[in-house]
C-alpha cells in the first residue's frame, strides 16, 4: 500500500572518487536531497551533526576503510540504512559489513538502474518503518496500546485502524487465529476513536454459560427468571455506553442470543430480560472470533444475516508464521519490557537464538512469543538470552516444513514434473528468506543454511530480476 505522506529523504554518499559523487547525485538529486563526503572521517562527522536516512559508503576509502566507518556509524545512529559500494574483489569485506549490520551492498562499476532499486527498497523499509514508529509513539505518548510490527500486513491493519476509528457507528468483525491480536486491535480502535469516551468493554461469549449470555449482554429486571438478582442488573452492552462492547469468540453465541444481536445492531434497541421497556443505548460493537464462520453459516451454527452485519468492515489478521518478518520486533520489545518489569539487565539475544526465533512454528502466534520471552527473562542468568533461557534447544531446521502450512501436497495420480517443484521451492524460500531478513543476504543465507558466496550465486541464479 503506498503511503499518502511524502518524505524528504537524505542521502549521504561517501566515495573517494569524485566521478561517482557527482554522477549519483546527478541522477538522483531530483528525487533526494544528497550530500558528497570524500573520506569517512568528514563523513561521519556529518552523521553526528544530522544524521541522514541512508548512506551509501564505499568500502576502500582512505584514511578509515568503510568497513570501520560503518561500526561508527552504526554505534552513532544504528538505524540509518549503509548501502556498501565495493569492488567485486572485495567480497571479504561485504560479508563483514552485511554481518555488522549493511542493509545492502553495490558492485562497481555502478549500474544506475540497479542502484536506484536498491536505493527504493531502502528507502521502502525506511518509510515503513518511519510510519509505524511515529503511530507507536503516539500511542505510547497517550498511554495506549500498542501495536507492534513492521511487516506489510500489520502496517495495513494500522491504516485500517486509523480509518475504523473514524466511523464509531460500523460494526467490525477481527478474524484470526488465536493469539494473533484481535483483542489488541480491538481496544486500539477503541482508544484512537476521537468521539468516544465511554468505556471498552470485553465480553468472552466462549466463558459465559449459553443461557446466561443474554441476560449478561442485555441486563435483566428483579425477578425475570429464578436466581436472579432482587434488584436486576446492568447488561453489558449498556455498560459500554458511549464506547465499544468487544465480543470476543462472538462465534460460540447461541442462536437465540445471535438473533437479539441482530436486531440491537440493526435498530440501536433492545429489550432487558423480563422487561417490555424498550432502551436505545450508543456502543459501538467490535467482534472476533477464531472460529470459521463460512463453515458455521454453512453447518446453520451461526447466522449469515449478523455475520454481514457484524463485519460490515472485517479485519484478517495473518498468523505470526505467515508474518515472520514481525518476530525479531515483538521479542526484542516483550524482552525489553519484560526486563524492566522484572528488574533484570538483559541487553539483548544471542544470534543463534534469534535464528531459532525465526524458525519456530508458532501455534500459539504472539501470545505464544509474548509468554516465551517472559519465561526467558525471568530465568536467564546472563545479560544475553540464550537458546536454552527460551527453551528453543529442540527446534531444528525443517521444522517449518513439517508442521507449517507450506506442507508438501500428495503426490496427484498424474504425477508432477520434479524439476519444476523444485525450482518454485527454491524461488518461494529464497524470497522468504530475503523478506524475513529484510534484505540482509547473510541473515537470508543462515536461514536456508547456506554460507552468503553460495546464497549470492544461487540468488542470481533463481531470481535473477531481483
Ligand atoms: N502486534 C502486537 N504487538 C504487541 N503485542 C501483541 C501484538 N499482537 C498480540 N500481542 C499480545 O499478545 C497477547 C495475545 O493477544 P490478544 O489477546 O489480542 O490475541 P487474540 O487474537 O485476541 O487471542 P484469542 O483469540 O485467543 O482471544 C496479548 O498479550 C497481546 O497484548
Not at 119 to 148: G, H, S
Not at 273 to 302: P, Q, Y
Not at 369 to 393: C, F, H, I, Q
Request: glycine share 8%; charged share 30%.
Amino acid at each position: 500500500m503506498q503511503s499518502m505522506m511524502t518524505i524528504d529523504y537524505k542521502i549521504f554518499i561517501v566515495d573517494d572518487e569524485e566521478t561517482i559523487r557527482e554522477g549519483i547525485t546527478l541522477a538522483l538529486s531530483d528525487r533526494y536531497t544528497l550530500t558528497g563526503f570524500a573520506d569517512a572521517e568528514s563523513a561521519i562527522k556529518g552523521v553526528t551533526a544530522d544524521a541522514p536516512d541512508l548512506i551509501l559508503l564505499d568500502i576502500g576509502l582512505p584514511g578509515m576503510d568503510g568497513v570501520e566507518a560503518l561500526g561508527r556509524i552504526k554505534e552513532i545512529h544504528p538505524d540509518v540504512l549503509v548501502i556498501m559500494i565495493t569492488a567485486y574483489e572485495d567480497i571479504n569485506s561485504v560479508i563483514t559489513c552485511m554481518k555488522k549490520g549493511a542493509y545492502d551492498y553495490i558492485i562497481k562499476p555502478i549500474h544506475m538502474e540497479g542502484l536506484e532499486n536498491t536505493i527504493e527498497n531502502a528507502l521502502e523499509t525506511i518509510r515503513l518503518r518511519k510510519e509505524v514508529r511515529a503511530l507507536q509513539e503516539r500511542q505510547l505518548t497517550e498511554n495506549m496500546p500498542c501495536f507492534i510490527g513492521e511487516s506489510n500486513a500489520i502496517h495495513d491493519i494500522m491504516e485500517f485502524i486509523t480509518m475504523v476509528a473514524k466511523s464509531p457507528d460500523t460494526p467490525v468483525l477481527i478474524l484470526g487465529e488465536t493469539g494473533t491480536g484481535k483483542e489488541l486491535i480491538a481496544s486500539t480502535i477503541h482508544y484512537r476513536s476521537p468521539n468516544f469516551k465511554g468505556p471498552f468493554v470485553t465480553v468472552n461469549c466462549a466463558a459465559i454459560h449459553k443461557e446466561l449470555i443474554e441476560s449478561e449482554l442485555f441486563g435483566y429486571e428483579k425477578g425475570a427468571f429464578s436466581g436472579a438478582s432482587t434488584t436486576g442488573k446492568t447488561g453489558l452492552i449498556e455498560a459500554a455506553e458511549g464506547g465499544t462492547l468487544f465480543l470476543d469468540e462472538v462465534g460460540d453465541m447461541g442462536l437465540d442470543t445471535q438473533a437479539k444481536l441482530l436486531r440491537f445492531l440493526e435498530e440501536g434497541e433492545f429489550y432487558k430480560v423480563g422487561s417490555t421497556v424498550k432502551r436505545k443505548v450508543k456502543t459501538r460493537i467490535v467482534s472476533a472470533t477464531n472460529r470459521d464462520l463460512d463453515k458455521m453459516i454453512t453447518e446453520e451454527t451461526f447466522r449469515k444475516d449478523l455475520f454481514f452485519r457484524l463485519g460490515v468492515i472485517k479485519i484478517n489478521v495473518p498468523s505470526l508464521n505467515e508474518r515472520r518478518e514481525d518476530t525479531l520486533i515483538l521479542a526484542r520489545n516483550f524482552m525489553h519490557t519484560f526486563a524492566e518489569k522484572f528488574g533484570k539487565t538483559i541487553t539483548g539475544m544471542t544470534e543463534e537464538a534469534e535464528d531459532r526465533l525465526l524458525i519456530y512454528s508458532w501455534s500459539g502466534n504472539v501470545r505464544e512469543l509474548k509468554n516465551m520471552m517472559e519465561r526467558g527473562v525471568l530465568t536467564a542468568r546472563g545479560e544475553k538470552l540464550t537458546v536454552e533461557d527460551l527453551g528453543l534447544e529442540d527446534v531444528r531446521r525443517g521444522e517449518i516444513m513439517e508442521s507449517g502450512p507450506t506442507g508438501f501436497a500428495p503426490l496427484p495420480p498424474t504425477g508432477i514434473d520434479i524439476q519444476e517443484v523444485r525450482t518454485a521451492m527454491e524461488t518461494f524460500y529464497f524470497k522468504e528468506a530475503l523478506k524475513m531478513a529484510k534484505g540482509n543476504e547473510s541473515k537470508a543465507a543462515r536461514l536456508l543454511n547456506l554460507n552468503h558466496h553460495t546464497f549470492r550465486y544461487q540468488r542470481k541464479k533463481i531470481l535473477p530480476d531481483d
